[in-house]
């Protein structure tokens, strides 16, 4: 069972973060700080006595937005020490992310924390511990927001290029859900111009805006594949059919995504200017 700190500046947020953290079963205890003074205080106790002294901490929910240090200056300290405790952030702000994750964070939950979302976090830190929620129970991978439709397996088509025999084949999804602050929200698919990966989390790139999700670029890149998606960087996927030009001067290539201009690396730009010649000439 996991001992946990919750830390937040606001007593209701920080009341209701304990209220749920102690309800869960996997959870042996959980003390609260309303500052980063005291979360630092009780946390250097923590290392102190070391992750299997009485006063040892396994998880620390922490608040990024403080008065004083912010929690990510927190999780910069704690990441100085051999053994610290693993970081769940917890924020009404998606604009964190990136940096939460470059600081080794578990998880990114947004409020109002959902008890759901929350049962997830604890149940990733964990299977990180070693102590999974049972026996098969597989080690922590991202959160995929749709899991109501059927998703291909890598490697299988959806067109002539399908293998034969193959049995039925399921259907890519219309739509991607994306959670922000509570809300969720479900974005078509044929809505999205290109994404593009930031650490652990892609923000897909629509005409109306950008949103966030936690799902590695490599995975949307086989999912999406049927749906005329291709890799033309490390950090970015485009649609083919959403490209307005492709230029290729002074040895670099580029293409144009409505009033973006985003770079093809050398091992994609063959590749992708062939697939757009065979898109444009049918």
């Known amino acids: ?7 937040d500046d606001e007593k209701p947020l920080l009341e209701e973060l304990l209220y749920l953290l102690r309800s869960d079963p996997r959870v042996r205890s959980a003390e609260g700080a309303c500052d980063a003074t005291g979360a630092l205080r009780r946390i250097t106790r923590a290392l102190e006595s070391g992750p299997d002294g009485p006063d040892g901490i396994d998880v620390v929910f922490l608040d990024i937005q403080m008065a004083g240090l912010t929690g990510l200056d927190i999780a910069r300290l704690l990441g100085g020490f051999a053994r610290p405790p693993l970081i769940v952030f917890v924020t009404a702000h998606e604009g964190f992310a990136v940096q939460a994750f470059d600081l080794k ?3 990114y939950v947004l409020k109002p924390v959902r008890p759901e979302r929350l049962a997830e976090a604890v149940r990733r830190a964990r299977a990180l511990l070693g102590r999974p929620d049972g026996a098969q129970q597989p080690a922590p991978e991202p959160a995929v927001p749709d899991r109501r439709t059927p998703v291909p ?10 293998g034969a025999g193959a049995g039925a084949v399921e259907r890519v999804p219309e739509q991607i859900a994306v959670e922000l602050g509570g809300v969720t929200r479900f974005v078509a698919i044929a809505d999205i111009a ?4 930031q650490g652990d989390y892609a923000r897909l790139h629509t005409d109306g805006g950008s949103h966030l ?6 995975t949307l890149e086989e999912r999406w594949a049927a749906r005329g998606f291709v890799r033309i960087h ?7 059919g959403r490209i ?3 230029r290729m001067e002074a040895g670099t290539t580029s293409v144009r995504v409505g009033s973006a201009e985003l770079q093809v690396s050398r091992r994609h730009a063959r ?4 697939l757009l010649m065979r898109r444009a000439t049918g």
């Open 213 to 218: 999700v936690r799902i590695p670029l490599s």
């Open 244 to 246: 307005d030009e492709l």
């Open 234 to 240: 490390r950090r970015h996927l485009v649609a083919l």
């Open 194 to 197: 290109y994404v593009e990966a």
């Open 105 to 107: 964070a578990v998880d």
């Open 271 to 274: 590749d992708l200017r062939d």
């Open 153 to 162: 397996p890598a490697g299988t088509g959806t067109g002539a290029g399908a």
């Open 1 to 7: 069972m996991l001992r946990v700190l919750a830390v």
